[in-house]
């Protein structure tokens, strides 16, 4: 298989703090456990108003075209069980640095979390876009285990030429297939995308 990325989703205002410098740690329930992972995360802006409100008003027209696209990329080079390696402890010094570069309170995560079952994103070598892409310019992992987009639900037919030179070329008519398989709607948390080919 292609190696794979991650197409991660958070509200506007966790996306100004991580953007700012601000918040170092994303926190979840799960993570990427497939080994075909290249530690790579996309980060889309949910169009969330609510969340949209709570970034300072001097700063919206800033994130206002991030809304809905995706609109930075990180490395996580670390992901942090914080139930099973911390059990919420009050006591533990390295516990608190990563709720404080998450930007977030104990009981925040307790109610978030209860049964301890967080994990905290490590964010390194970020990279905001100038501008930022729709969610159609990710493409899903193959579904299709041979790869023969003439049998997939979603595989698509490229017809090089115009319909007319089409049928004039007859049984000699060369046709290619292309995978329409992308990412039409953002994630509710996260989803593996392909990572381009270089």
Request: hydrophobic share 30%.
């Amino acid at each position: 298989m292609d190696r794979l990325k991650v197409v991660r989703s958070v509200k506007p205002y966790y996306f100004y703090l991580i953007c700012e410098g601000l918040k170092k740690y994303e926190v979840g329930k799960d993570m990427p456990k497939n080994s075909d992972w290249d530690r790579t995360v996309e980060l889309y802006c949910s169009k969330d108003m609510q969340s949209f409100k709570r970034i300072p008003e001097e700063c919206r027209e800033k994130y206002r075209k991030y809304l809905g696209k995706v609109g930075a990329r990180f490395v996580c080079d670390d992901i942090i069980n914080l139930g099973k390696e911390y059990a919420y402890a009050r006591k533990d010094k390295r516990f608190y640095d990563i709720l404080q570069n998450s930007c977030l309170t104990v009981e925040w995560l307790q109610k978030y979390a209860p049964k301890g079952d967080a994990v905290a994103w490590h964010i390194k070598d970020l990279a905001v876009y100038v501008e930022p892409k729709p969610t159609h310019d990710f493409k899903k992992p193959c579904i299709d285990k041979y790869g023969y987009c003439p049998t997939c639900r979603v595989g698509g037919e490229i017809i090089p030429e115009s319909e007319a030179e089409f049928y004039r070329m007859g049984e000699d008519c060369r046709t290619e297939w292309y995978c329409v398989n992308w990412l039409r709607k953002p994630p509710q948390t996260w989803c593996y995308v392909e990572r381009e080919q270089i």
